[in-house]
């Protein structure tokens, strides 16, 4: 069974950075590709990042490229998200997936302006 545990989230001023991490159990990490998502309250679970397999090739959506990077270290089996230059709509709980299908329990950032 996957097990996907984020963190890294905390508050932080509009302007600033934070690095939000996944650490995956299993082995099949390397084999999969993974992402981010975020939820705001009220709002719909919003993609973030995605990376493949091997980490050469990343997708973002127009509203975080430039400023947010998804990595991978598959001999550590962990995913990251560097978030830079927060914005207060960043605001939300950042989850990590393996594949779109398992989930970890996500972690909060929250941006004050």
């Known amino acids: 069974q996957v097990q996907l545990v984020e963190s890294g989230g905390g508050l932080v001023q509009a302007g600033g950075s934070l690095r939000l991490s996944c650490a995956a159990s299993g082995r099949t990490f390397s084999s999969s590709a993974m992402g981010w998502f975020r939820q705001a309250p009220g709002k719909e679970r919003e993609f973030v990042a995605a990376?493949?397999?091997?980490?050469?090739?990343?997708y973002y959506p127009d509203s975080v490229k430039g400023r947010f990077t998804i990595s991978r270290d598959n001999a550590k089996n962990t995913l990251y998200l560097q978030l830079n230059n927060l914005k207060p709509e960043d605001t939300a709980k950042y989850y990590c997936?393996?594949?779109?299908?398992?989930w970890g329990q996500g972690t909060q950032v929250t941006v004050s302006s």
């Open positions: 990376i493949s397999c091997s980490g050469i090739r990343a």
């Open positions: 997936t393996k594949g779109v299908v398992n």
